[in-house]
């Protein structure tokens, strides 16, 4: 049977993050090198499940099935500009808000939507991410129910 189970850490926020089930964590990384193409730290993650199998007979006998971690991310949902001066200066406005607000290094969201004809993009939107260093993001858009 699959359980759900949380992959909790003591001092978050601090410099000595400790896994509470230090055995979990293990089996976790184990996972994730084995699973996964690129390397994860699960304490730059706001909350980590585990998808666990459990034996009833053996309950401390787990094996790791999934994993799932968040993060909260700034999303822009509007962006629009007819000039390409217009889109770089509120860019690097945003910018320098999430770098003064502790982000840097951190990622955010920019909407770009894909069914837009080529008249309806703001003016120079491509250079200005390209100049920006936008990477396509592996996401999809899910409404919560």
């Not at 787990?62 to 390409?84: F, H, K, Q, S």
Request: contains cysteine.
């Amino acid at each position: 049977m699959i359980h759900i189970i949380p992959l909790d850490f003591m001092g978050q926020g601090t410099a000595f993050i400790t896994p509470v089930d230090p055995a979990l964590h293990d089996k976790v990384v184990d996972f994730c090198k084995r699973e996964l193409t690129e390397e994860v730290n699960l304490t730059h993650l706001a909350k980590v499940w585990v998808a666990v199998e459990m034996d009833a007979e053996k309950p401390k006998e787990i094996e790791v099935r999934g994993v799932m971690g968040y993060v909260l991310v700034p999303d822009v949902p509007l962006m629009r500009a007819t000039t390409e001066d217009a889109l770089r200066a509120m860019a690097e406005r945003y910018n320098a808000f999430l770098a003064d607000s502790g982000a840097l290094g951190k990622f955010t969201f920019i909407h770009v939507a894909r069914g837009e004809r080529p008249e309806q993009r703001c003016a120079g939107w491509n250079k200005v991410l390209h100049e920006w260093n936008a990477k396509l993001a592996d996401r999809v858009a899910v409404k919560v129910r």
